[in-house]
């Protein structure tokens, strides 16, 4: 088993979830990628090497996919400290348009997938004594301003996932928190003409939050962090 700390990130090859799993390995720790393309991942990651930088292959929308990851992260590295809970779909199913297909994709990604990961991890967090989970929600998990119902209750119900980890892992050292920004410059959101691509919140500045609160004590707990990249009544 190594004795450095081992996190699991899904969706890390791009977004948020490539910046938070380059964050956590300057930090020390080792890494397991879940990726729909393990091949994918980008050249510096890769570079680290099979020792600090594992990549299994995981679809979110395979039931088992979790399951399997898991099992596979325990087998290489003996041990699990972080599970980032990040990869995530956009789907627009407003209340009168959008299929029921999309809305469906919106929960098994978005909601079931997290859940099943964090079900396959929860023994080993749990094990360890001081196990960290981050759980990326959204502003829209904690407040309804666009038209976007189906997205909104998926983030909504991440937030309540992440609330039912801290619930169950407490008392196991276990540390949950909902990641909630508001738009950040990824792929996502590439598409809105609207945005000005500078101005929304950087993958690299949401993982130094996300990764500073990872790395706190058990006595320094933080539940939700909601960042802004505009002025809005909610923060
Ligand atoms: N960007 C924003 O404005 C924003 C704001 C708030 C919250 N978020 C949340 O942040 C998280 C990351 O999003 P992002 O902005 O980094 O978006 P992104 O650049 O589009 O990345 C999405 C990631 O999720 C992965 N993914 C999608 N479907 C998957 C599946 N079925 N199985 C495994 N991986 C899958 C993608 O992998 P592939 O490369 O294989 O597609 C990719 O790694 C999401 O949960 C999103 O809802 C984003």
Not at 36 to 58: E, I, K
Not at 139 to 148: D, I, P, Y
Request: aromatic share 6%.
């Amino acid at each position: 088993m190594t004795t450095d700390k081992v996190a699991m990130i899904s969706g890390a090859n791009r977004g948020i979830g490539l910046a938070i799993a380059r964050e956590l390995a300057r930090r020390g720790y080792r890494l397991s990628l879940g990726v729909r393309r393990p091949g994918n991942v980008p050249a510096d990651l890769a570079a680290l090497g099979d020792a600090r930088c594992f990549r299994h292959r995981y679809d979110a929308a395979e039931p088992k996919a979790g399951d399997d990851w898991v099992a596979a992260t325990l087998a290489r590295f003996g041990r699990l400290d972080v599970l980032v809970n990040n990869a995530g779909i956009s789907r627009n199913v407003e209340l009168e348009t959008g299929s029921d297909a999309d809305l469906d994709e919106l929960l098994d990604i978005n909601v079931k997938a997290p859940f099943r990961l964090l079900r396959a991890a929860f023994p080993a967090l749990k094990a360890g004594g001081s196990g960290r989970v981050v759980n990326v929600a959204s502003m829209s998990g904690k407040r309804v301003l666009g038209l976007n119902a189906g997205y909104q209750m998926a983030k909504h119900a991440v937030v309540a996932l992440n609330h039912a980890v801290r619930r169950a892992g407490w008392d196991h050292g276990i540390r949950s928190m909902a990641l909630c920004p508001g738009f950040v410059n990824t792929d996502m959101v590439s598409g809105r003409n609207e945005l000005d691509m500078r101005k929304v919140t950087q993958p690299a500045d949401l993982a130094t939050l996300a990764c500073t609160v990872i790395d706190l004590p058990n006595t320094a707990a933080v539940a939700e962090l909601l960042v802004n990249w505009r002025h809005e009544p909610l923060f």
